[in-house]
């Protein structure tokens, strides 16, 4: 199947720094999301982009699908961003999506 | 947004139990999936449905069983339960087909912990 990698596995943050998280996948895929799980466990949706760019607030997202990418950014971290921040891909239409290992993030006031 | 329940959200349960997570959606999804997640790490599918009276096994081998008998309804079920089942179990849905079929809503999660 699919392969998902993601990094930074962990981040800490000055409250205001902007960070990049990155997610690298190993085929083509029509379907990619980023989720973000808060410290109670829930997970929201953040973006559908599987490829182009973008934005939501102070987070960005973009998926460079040629080259197997896709980056989110976070500006102006507060705390409550903290959490595990989650890349899923899907690459055949078999509507099941495949998680990479998370990015935790942790932003100090 | 999607509305998505799950019950009981914590449970402490002895080893040879039998237990069943609940899982409903109220915005009529066909597709609908349970993960394990142990504590920080990567989501693992289980099992899934594309709708009433399928269901399939995912990628991680699991002990437990589904049933699909309502649009609304997907409960697991673990007929004897081990401490190797603790863990947390995630309940999520997405629509067939149409506009946000792309989107994946999850549940408020239930932590197992078999003693």
């Known amino acids: 199947g699919i392969q998902v990698e993601q990094s930074p596995p962990d981040l800490i943050l000055q409250e205001g720094a902007n960070s990049t998280l990155r997610c690298n996948f190993s085929?083509?895929?029509?379907?990619l999301q980023w989720f973000h799980q808060n410290p109670w466990g829930q997970l929201i949706n953040l973006f559908y982009?599987?490829?182009g760019t973008k934005q939501n607030g102070r987070l960005s997202a973009t998926t460079v699908a040629t080259e197997r990418y896709s980056l989110l950014y976070i500006s102006s971290s507060q705390t409550t961003d903290s959490g595990v921040y989650f890349c899923?891909?899907?690459?055949?239409?078999?509507?099941?999506?495949?998680f990479g290992a998370g990015t935790t993030v942790t932003v100090r006031a | 947004e999607a509305d998505i329940y799950q019950t009981p959200r914590y449970l402490v349960i002895g080893t040879g139990k039998k237990i069943t997570l609940e899982c409903s959606q109220t915005?009529?999804?066909?597709?609908m999936y349970w993960y394990q997640q142990d504590p920080g790490m990567e989501l693992h599918l289980i099992h899934y449905?594309?709708?009433?009276?399928?269901?399939e096994k995912g990628d991680l081998s699991s002990e437990s069983t589904v049933s699909r008998i309502r649009t609304e309804h997907f409960p697991l079920t673990l007929e004897s339960a081990r401490p190797s089942h603790t863990s947390q179990y995630l309940c999520?849905?997405?629509?067939?087909?149409?506009?946000?079929?792309?989107?994946?809503?999850f549940g408020p999660g239930t932590r197992l912990l078999v003693l």
């Open positions: 899923a891909v899907e690459s055949s239409n078999d509507y099941k999506l495949s």
């Open positions: 915005m009529g999804h066909d597709k």
């Open positions: 982009i599987p490829s």
């Open positions: 085929d083509s895929v029509n379907n």
């Open positions: 999520a849905s997405r629509p067939l087909a149409g506009v946000g079929q792309e989107t994946q809503y």
């Open positions: 449905s594309y709708g009433v009276n399928s269901t």
